[in-house]
């Protein structure tokens, strides 16, 4: 089946810095991804959406200054948390999908600690 | 907007145990619904779809019907293993949005005990 990969797995950052989180589709070309961020026991919040070579939408109330996505190419997404704080801690999971088909395969996320 | 609630957790049963987890939705339009499996140290996975109102999903030996009527797609397995011990998501997408984006409910965590 479809694989997406994330890394790295975990992070730990110092507050004030910047810190960027890889999506990659292993064995399909994802025409689109997603972003997500899971708080704990809480349900999967979309943060935004980005189809390859173009930028990226985002859901109300995210801020697109701070949590930058780029999805330069058909195998990889990124999003850099700038200037993380504390309250950024998460979970942040992406998955992608291609191009005619609705189902999204999900990375297994990162888990960024800001201290 | 649209929205989806399950039932919160987490659900304890015993291997064999009959399982139903609670899902209902509120949309604009008509759309595809969806449960996710997440298992320990995983990423989210398919475990089955409706696109469409009666359609029943199954997969794995769980099943969910779309009830239009009831706006409900409830999860169920006859006897639940030990191996189905995971974090539920119950989901739905717009199809009239070209994006397909999910909306989720808040996950439902299974536990089954030997």
């Known amino acids: 089946g479809a694989v997406v990969s994330q890394h790295p797995s975990w992070v730990i950052c110092k507050s004030g810095t910047s810190v960027k989180i890889e999506c990659r589709s292993l064995?399909?070309?994802?025409?689109?991804m997603f972003w997500y961020r899971q708080f704990p026991k809480q349900s999967l919040m979309l943060m935004a959406t980005?189809?390859?070579?173009?930028?990226?939408?985002?859901e109300q109330g995210v801020e697109k200054d701070k949590f930058l996505i780029n999805h330069a190419s058909l195998t990889l997404s990124t999003l850099t948390v700038t200037s993380a704080h504390p309250e950024d801690s998460s979970f942040y999971i992406c998955?992608?999908?291609?191009?005619?088909?609705?189902?999204?395969?999900f990375g297994p996320g990162t888990r960024l600690t800001v201290t | 907007g649209n929205s989806v609630t399950q039932m919160e957790g987490p659900v304890t049963l015993s291997e064999e145990a009959f399982l139903t987890i609670n899902c209902t939705y509120t949309a604009t339009g008509y759309p595809s619904l969806f449960w996710y499996v997440q298992y320990p140290g995983e990423g989210l996975q398919l475990l089955l779809k409706a696109t469409k109102a009666d359609d029943k999903g199954s997969n794995k030996g769980f099943e969910a019907t779309y009830r239009k009527e009831t706006t409900s797609f409830h999860l169920e397995k006859g006897s639940v293993q030990v191996s189905d011990s995971a974090v539920y998501f119950c989901?739905?997408?717009?199809?009239?949005?070209?994006?397909?984006?999910?909306?989720f409910g808040s996950g439902t965590r299974l536990l089954v005990r030997p």
């Open positions: 998955s992608a999908r291609s191009q005619n088909s609705y189902e999204q395969y």
């Open positions: 064995d399909f070309q994802a025409t689109t």
């Open positions: 980005s189809n390859e070579g173009s930028k990226a939408t985002y």
């Open positions: 989901a739905l997408s717009e199809t009239m949005d070209s994006s397909y984006k999910l909306i």
